[in-house]
């Protein structure tokens, strides 16, 4: 089918229906439902008539289906990337090897709805992550069992984490990656509650606290770069 000088792929079903209905497929397409009776030339004039508003409506969906095959084929969550799968549903749904997402929701729109969802899973499995590492580090070094610092969670751009006096505040961004280097970065920031600087005592504590630090960062930097692909988001590069 010609319209507006380009061709248009569509299928046709007949049936004792008593009108044209005319739909639009995901993949581009026309769906045209006709009665039995109706001629060619009567479904011709009456797709004429409605071309402009067909023409729209096709360059929508192609531009929503174009969305959707930009998007990652992968989502980073505790290390693992999970396969990303457009479904009937209503809400995130995560398994072992995937995580599915409603078919309305597409390109910008879906990432930021999965950087939410990250945010909001960070919400629940950092606190108790914190307190954990924490006990730990005091097992380790009995100077921390002064402290009772305050923990906060949210979205940085420039830094994994920071301390603040006795307050330490994570990146939500770490939920995304692998436990180990999450406990690197909290180990990090419970040094500053000790030493605020970079000096030669914070370095020593962190030696004790997280002796394969070294790697974690590096490990840290490599995954940054990637995720920041995958995610379509900015990693920081410092800790």
Known sequence: MRLNGEEIPYQLHRSRRRSLSIQIAHEGY?????????????????IASKAGWITKKLQYVREQHQQVQALPPSWPVLGRLLSLRSSDIKHFRQTADELAFPKKWSGEDLYEKLQSWNDARAREAFPNRFEQVFRHCCSIE???????????????KRSWGNCRGERITLNT???????????????????????????????????????????????????????????????????
């Open 173 to 239: 961004e770490l939920y995304k990656y692998p436990p180990e280097l999450i406990n690197y970065v909290i180990c990090h920031e419970i040094c500053h509650l000790i030493h605020k600087d970079h000096g030669r005592g914070f370095y020593a504590l962190q030696e004790r606290l997280y002796p394969n630090w070294r790697q974690a960062r590096e490990d840290l930097k490599q995954l940054s770069m990637q995720y920041a692909r995958i995610s379509h988001s900015s990693q920081p590069n410092v800790v």
């Open 142 to 156: 009995a100077r921390l069992e002064r402290y009772d610092p305050e923990f906060r969670l949210r979205r940085m």
């Open 30 to 46: 026309l769906v045209l439902r006709a009665p039995f009776r109706m001629s060619q030339k009567d479904i011709d004039r009456l």
